[in-house]
T-cell receptor, first 118, second 112 residues
Framework: AQKVTQAQTEISVVEKEDVTLDCVYE???????LFWYKQPPSGELVFLIR??????QNEISGRYSWNFQKSTSSFNFTITASQVVDSAVYFC???????????????FGKGTKLSVIP | NAGVTQTPKFRVLKTGQSMTLLCAQD?????MYWYRQDPGMGLRLIHY???????AKGEVPDGYNVSRLKKQNFLLGLESAAPSQTSVYFC???????????FGNGTRLTVT
């Protein structure tokens, strides 16, 4: 079974501040993927990043960066110079392989609600 | 949302009624999923399909049935709705093996 903990239920920051969203997971799988999704107030789920458990390189995409540390089972997400449009609920999700090649189940955390105040 | 369309967007049912949620993709991808989202619980997998004519149970399948008669469509059925099935339902598809899941916009279902 997998478990994911997003300890921060809600975070508020002032625009242009940096903010880090924490994600700690438990898994018995040796190979897995890790995902981050964004859910803005409009309700849709937007894919942000996928990371393979073998690839521990940090990644930067514009104002977004991710810090994956397999030794501590953490996959943290940082937004630099936050903007009001970043206000959303952010979900971390490790994956578990399902029967059927290429299919897998995402185990979603409860999410962190980020509010960016202008 | 990557060509995934869910209908309807909203629905209110009375306990014991039945309904079908439709998920349609505009491509020809194999893998499709149904999740439900409840406050404070993230999303949980109900059923999934790895191809036309195949379905399998996920984490919370009880009270639901699914069908994948055509590759483009993945149907989620509630035979006898219960208030515990009040939720937001999301369909997702994968564009290829090990690719990210792309979600539809969701169906908000209320069972009174």
């Amino acid at each position: 079974a997998q478990k994911v903990t997003q300890a921060q239920t809600e975070i508020s920051v002032v625009e242009k501040e940096d903010v880090t969203l924490d994600c700690v997971y438990e898994t018995r799988d040796t190979t897995y993927y890790l995902f981050w999704y964004k859910q803005p107030p409009s309700g849709e789920l937007v894919f942000l990043i996928r990371r393979n458990s073998f690839d521990e390189q940090n990644e930067i995409s514009g104002r977004y960066s991710w810090n994956f540390q397999k030794s501590t089972s953490s996959f943290n997400f940082t937004i630099t110079a936050s903007q009001v449009v970043d206000s959303a609920v952010y979900f971390c999700a490790p994956s578990r392989r399902l029967p059927g090649a290429g299919s897998y189940q995402l185990t979603f955390g409860k999410g962190t609600k980020l509010s960016v105040i202008p | 949302n990557a060509g995934v369309t869910q209908t309807p967007k909203f629905r209110v049912l009375k306990t014991g009624q039945s309904m079908t949620l439709l998920c349609a993709q505009d491509m020809n991808h194999e893998y499709m999923y149904w999740y439900r989202q409840d406050p404070g619980m993230g999303l949980r997998l109900i059923h999934y399909s790895v191809g036309e004519g195949t379905t399998a149970k996920g984490e919370v399948p009880d009270g639901y049935n699914v069908s994948r008669l055509k590759k483009q469509n993945f149907l989620l059925g509630l035979e006898s709705a219960a208030p515990s099935q009040t939720s937001v339902y999301f369909c997702a598809m994968q564009t290829g093996p090990n690719s990210p899941l792309h979600f539809g916009n969701g169906t908000r279902l209320t069972v009174t």
